[in-house]
């Protein structure tokens, strides 16, 4: 069965500083990633998407992701946060099922 | 403007008194699901449908019905509510099968059941 790990709960950084976000999946076929964020009393947005072709996705705000097959990873970065990076955050696979499974999310407070 | 609308936001039922949570989209979308996020384990899906009249259960379907008798809307209904279904509710569609645009989430509704 499909499965999707995120390693961190709860993350706090400061205003600048880098971020990864770690995802793992467990599933043997070809995948379908996602990275989805919930800023505080919104819903769902996606941030990027995975499909096929180059592993480095960037998507919108600044944030990226990189395939790794090897690794069954789909690790979120970014180089630099703000405050109104503030949310939380979801990682989510599909395979050939369909069915879009997500992982428990990181809640991520950045400090100004 | 392309959105999944939702209805109520907000919802304190007691236990045992039917409800529904309306889910309607705007884009012709085919295929519509149901998840309830809790804190600490994320998203589940309750139920989708891949078009109308065509419905299967998700991963957690247990006390919910959904129907789809139009494409637009996708109705989740609590025949018997219990407090154990208070959570953080989002419809959420797609254009098919394909996953090219991923889904668009409604903005929730926040269920509490005393």
């Known amino acids: 069965a499909q499965s999707v790990s995120q390693h961190n709960h709860h993350v706090i950084l400061s205003e600048a500083a880098s971020l990864e976000l770690g995802c793992n999946y467990s599933y043997g076929g070809t995948v379908n990633l996602f990275w989805y964020v919930q800023y505080p009393g919104q819903h769902l947005q996606l941030l990027l998407k995975y499909f096929s072709g180059d592993p480095l996705v960037k998507g919108i705000k600044g944030f990226e992701a990189e395939f790794i097959k090897s690794k069954f990873s789909f690790n979120l970065r970014k180089p630099s946060v703000q405050w109104s990076d503030t949310a939380e955050y979801f990682c989510?696979?599909?395979?050939?099922?369909?069915?879009?499974?997500f992982g428990t999310g990181t809640l991520l407070a950045v400090q100004p | 403007e392309a959105q999944v609308t939702q209805n109520p936001r907000y919802l304190i039922t007691v236990t045992g008194k039917k409800l529904t949570v309306t889910c309607s989209q705007n884009m012709n979308h085919e295929y519509m699901s149901w998840y309830r996020q809790d804190p600490g384990l994320g998203l589940r899906q309750i139920y989708y449908?891949?078009?109308?009249?065509?419905?299967d259960k998700g991963d957690v379907p247990e006390g919910y019905k959904v129907s789809r008798k139009e494409k637009r809307n996708f109705p989740l209904i609590l025949e018997s509510p219990s407090p154990n279904q208070t959570s953080l509710y989002f419809c959420?569609?797609?254009?098919?099968?394909?996953?090219?645009?991923?889904?668009?989430f409604g903005s929730g509704t926040r269920l509490t059941v005393v």
């Open positions: 989510a696979v599909s395979g050939a099922t369909n069915k879009l499974i």
């Open positions: 959420a569609s797609s254009l098919g099968m394909g996953w090219d645009y991923g889904y668009t």
């Open positions: 449908s891949m078009n109308v009249e065509v419905t």
